[in-house]
């Protein structure tokens, strides 16, 4: 069975920090990814990495606050959020794609392209 489980979420002052983590079994994938919901938002990208190279990508609202890495031994890809922001608050999910077909940073920002995701955390930010 293939899984993505994210740990680490929680309630955190504005300027603080936290660290995601997605562990995944089952399975590795091509590339992994972190998107996340806001309440009356659409789901929006946040960052991936690949997992042969290691290359990452980033959205522009996290640049230079976030970043994601990768434990290869451990099937596992974090997301480090730092200085956090009110908007930073909402569901955070996990995704991962089995077999990347194509590449590039327009498919790994769109959600449809991940095939397998995990059920979010909770990241919430106090003013």
């Known amino acids: 069975q293939v899984q993505l489980v994210e740990s680490g979420g929680g309630l955190v002052q504005a300027g603080g920090s936290l660290r995601l983590s997605c562990a995944a079994s089952g399975r590795t994938f091509s590339i992994m990814g972190w998107f996340r919901r806001a309440p009356g938002k659409e789901r929006e990208f946040v960052g991936a990495i690949t997992w042969s190279g290691g290359n990452t990508y980033y959205a522009d609202s996290v640049k230079g606050r976030f970043t994601v890495t990768r434990d290869n031994a451990e099937n596992t890809v974090y997301l480090q959020m730092n200085n956090l922001k009110s908007d930073d608050t909402a569901v955070y999910y996990c995704?991962?794609?089995?077999?990347?077909?194509?590449?590039?940073?327009?498919?790994?920002?769109?959600?449809?392209?991940?095939?397998?995701w995990g059920q979010g955390t909770q990241v919430t930010v106090s003013s």
């Open positions: 995704a991962g794609r089995a077999r990347a077909l194509y590449s590039g940073r327009y498919y790994y920002t769109q959600s449809s392209y991940y095939d397998y």
